[in-house]
């Protein structure tokens, strides 16, 4: 096994890395040059140097994006993950229906988010109708809010599946012996359970942190950056810097915000990941 | 091990130099216009049985034009023939376009116009020229006692309309327009066609044809229009911000409506009410000399030719236009399967336009009516658009002031423009 495992190892990682080269090394170096270019098709490009970067911190709409983008970030990575956890807790209790409701609550994160974005629209439209509020590409408020109900409503399930395989794989002996030596439920909790899947935890957040971040379907669907790029995310910031503007010089600065974009989701990744891990326990 | 790695390596090799080693002209069209894409298809096999020039026609998806030329731009194979929608599109392009001065086609063009210049070098021709205005239900006007005769100018447009909405449930109609959707379906109509009215008339007064700073002379107009539409509409303004297209369209089809501003494009769907129940008039916005206003009519679809292509599958996609714009199998196929009506002295008889907007703008044009033309392909960029877009839209909804859409249109202008000059 061992020497087989020797002799043919290419014909199991060549073709995945072949696809990773082509798929994502190569367009990322290519993404790199581009941004030091001026170019309307990528075989005719003008270095320009530092001038695109220079632009991208001027604009003012890509720093509003990216505060915008870390309030959203901040408020939905905390509630995703507080709701997810409770109903995983609720849901590993051996209550009756427990597997209905892991899989009704699983549903929703098999639906795209552009046609999630869509359907939240018309809800959350009709509903600020009915109350005589502003619509959502009124009020960059309601965008907010919105944002965040359909961002929990998709990624709670996934994230509530996660915390439940960590939650079942506590050792029972610890519980046990929590339980004998007198710990209250929510001593357990804190003390044991909790501590027990911080590797869930790390996953969970990581995952939420960075597909909010990163938000682009959900955020062009639902509100479209209206009114007037006040709800506009740092993906949608991007692509409309590359696509809604005409000259050459856009898509060098869209694909140097990209760039930044880039630095700005792995920066933001490696901190939580940090602490996170560090909290991490050995069983 | 070896010995299949060879041999998939060979059949590699082997076909690449299949795909490279093709025909020797050859036309590729990246057509813009989704609904006509099946009858370009049908064209181009047509031009290649008879002459054995190979022709793809390839349509990009709706919306998605930009993004797909620019990738097809990238192959080996790219497009011998694509589209800009106007000075604005040829200034991304213009290292692309081959100038056509010295080929025949700017000679078949009824007016030099229809050509996009660059100086002197012809960039662009023009193949479909389209008209809008406020498509109007006749029925429903006579049913509230009018005729399209008794509107003659925003006074009367305006006292027609506000009649219709304080009588609408006598009449059976939700409103006098149809929803002025600002959703991205239709919000062009507005932030795109009907800003066009203002800026027609400030080039007009100014005697130009394109600015880097516009000066809003007629926005007080522009928001006179912009009122009317939205306080005597099928909804409360607070809810244009989510409609659509569709929902404005449906409500006119409906004949809870009566007003609907679009253009010659939407003939087919409008036509289910009856050609003798649908007539189309000019956007008076109460600027003067605006009695001897006819529609808008221009276009935004020029042909270009690729001029990185190899000479010889330019001279074959120039002559491939050439063919279409002159035989009897290119002309039938544009002016009755496309419905396109073309800039072209070709399409006389009885391939001249049938369809009864064009025709009405072809008659207003010759009672003496001055068609509006078409000043939206010098509009600095889409994020102008955009911006005059979303400051409509509050405004409507009442969570913005008419401020900000001059703002918008004055200082956005300008900035737009600084930015790509």
């Known amino acids: 096994m061992e020497n087989a495992i020797k002799k043919y190892w290419p014909v199991f990682l060549l073709p995945t890395l072949a696809a990773f080269i082509i798929g994502f090394i190569w367009p990322f170096i290519w993404g790199i040059y581009l941004s030091f270019h001026k170019f309307i098709t990528v075989s005719k490009t003008t270095f320009v140097g530092i001038d695109n970067y220079i632009k991208v911190f001027q604009d003012a709409t890509f720093v509003d994006a990216f505060w915008f983008t870390a309030r959203f970030t901040l408020v939905s990575t905390i509630l995703i993950n507080v709701i997810a956890f409770m109903l995983a807790l609720a849901l590993t209790r051996g209550l009756k229906g427990t597997n209905a409701f892991r899989t009704v609550f699983f549903l929703p994160n098999l639906i795209g988010g552009i046609v999630l974005g869509y ?26 809010w919105g944002l965040i109900i359909l961002m929990c409503w998709q990624q709670i399930g996934y994230m509530m599946i996660i915390y439940i395989a960590g939650l079942q794989n506590v050792p029972g002996d610890l519980l046990e012996a929590a339980s004998i030596d007198g710990a209250t439920s929510f001593q357990t909790l804190i003390k044991v359970k909790l501590p027990m899947v911080m590797p869930s935890i790390t996953i969970c957040s990581f995952l939420t942190l960075t597909n909010s971040f990163k938000l682009f379907d959900q955020n062009l669907a639902l509100t ?14 991007i692509y409309d810097t590359f696509y ?8 060098g600065i869209g694909q140097a915000k990209a760039v930044v974009f880039f630095l700005l989701v792995i ?3 490696l901190i939580q990941l940090y602490f996170t891990r560090r909290k991490e326990v050995q069983q | 091990m070896k010995k299949i790695i060879a041999l998939a390596l060979a059949l590699v090799v082997c076909l690449a130099i299949a795909a490279t080693a093709c025909a020797d002209a050859s036309v590729y069209y990246l057509n813009f216009k989704p609904e006509q894409d099946a009858q370009w298809q049908a064209l181009a096999k047509v031009y290649t049985e008879k002459t054995g020039v190979p022709v793809t026609v390839v349509t990009a998806a709706s919306g998605q034009y930009e993004t797909t030329l620019m990738a097809e731009m990238e192959k080996s194979e790219c497009p011998t023939l694509f589209q800009v929608n106007g000075p604005v599109g040829l200034a991304n392009w213009t290292d692309y376009c081959y100038d056509l001065a010295g080929t025949a086609l700017p000679g078949y063009l009824t007016n030099e116009a229809f050509a996009l210049k660059e100086g002197d070098a012809v960039k662009g021709i023009a193949y479909v020229i389209e008209t809008y205005g406020i498509i109007a239900n006749t029925k429903l006007l006579a049913k509230a006692g009018y005729t399209p005769a008794d509107i003659k100018d925003f006074e009367s447009l305006k006292a027609v309309a506000e009649d219709i909405q304080a009588r609408k449930a006598e009449l059976g109609v939700d409103g006098a327009f149809s929803s002025a959707g600002m959703d991205g379906s239709s919000d062009w109509r507005f932030k795109t066609h009907l800003a066009n009215m203002p800026i027609y008339y400030e080039y007009k007064a100014d005697g130009i044809g394109t600015t880097g700073a516009i000066k809003g002379t007629y926005l007080d107009n522009y928001k006179k229009i912009w009122d009317l539409y939205i306080n005597n509409s099928t909804c409360e303004p607070a809810l244009l911000a989510s409609k659509t297209g569709d929902d404005s369209r449906n409500e006119f089809l409906a004949e809870k409506a009566v007003f609907f501003q679009n253009g010659t494009w939407e003939y087919g769907s409008v036509s289910a009410l009856g050609d003798e129940n649908i007539t189309m008039l000019p956007i008076y916005i109460d600027a003067e ?28 996609t120039v002559a491939f236009l050439e063919w279409v714009i002159t035989s009897d199998e290119g002309r039938a196929s544009m002016a009755k399967e496309m419905n396109f009506v073309t800039p072209f002295s070709t399409f006389t008889g009885e391939y001249a336009p049938t369809n009864p907007f064009v025709l009405l703008d072809a008659q207003m044009t010759a009672e003496g009516k001055n068609p509006v033309s078409w000043n939206f392909p010098t509009m600095p960029s889409e994020e102008w658009k955009n911006g005059v877009g979303s400051a409509l839209t509050a405004y409507a909804a009442g969570t913005g002031e008419w401020d900000a859409v001059v703002s918008a249109f004055v200082d956005g202008w300008k900035t737009e423009y600084d930015l790509t000059h």
């Open chain 1, 119 to 144: 359907i939240w629209q018309i809800l959350l439209n009709g509903i600020l109708t009915n109350l005589g509020l502003p619509l959502l590409a009124l009020d960059a408020k309601y965008g907010f």
């Open chain 1, 224 to 237: 479209s950056g209206e009114p007037a790029k006040q709800s506009q995310m740092l993906a949608l910031n």
């Open chain 1, 244 to 251: 809604a503007r005409s000259g050459a010089q856009w898509k």
């Open chain 1, 267 to 269: 920066g933001i990744a």
């Open chain 2, 289 to 316: 000399g605006e009695e001897a206003q006819g529609l808008c009519t221009g276009t935004e679809n020029y042909w270009c030719v690729n001029a990185i292509a190899d000479q010889e599958d330019i001279d074959a």
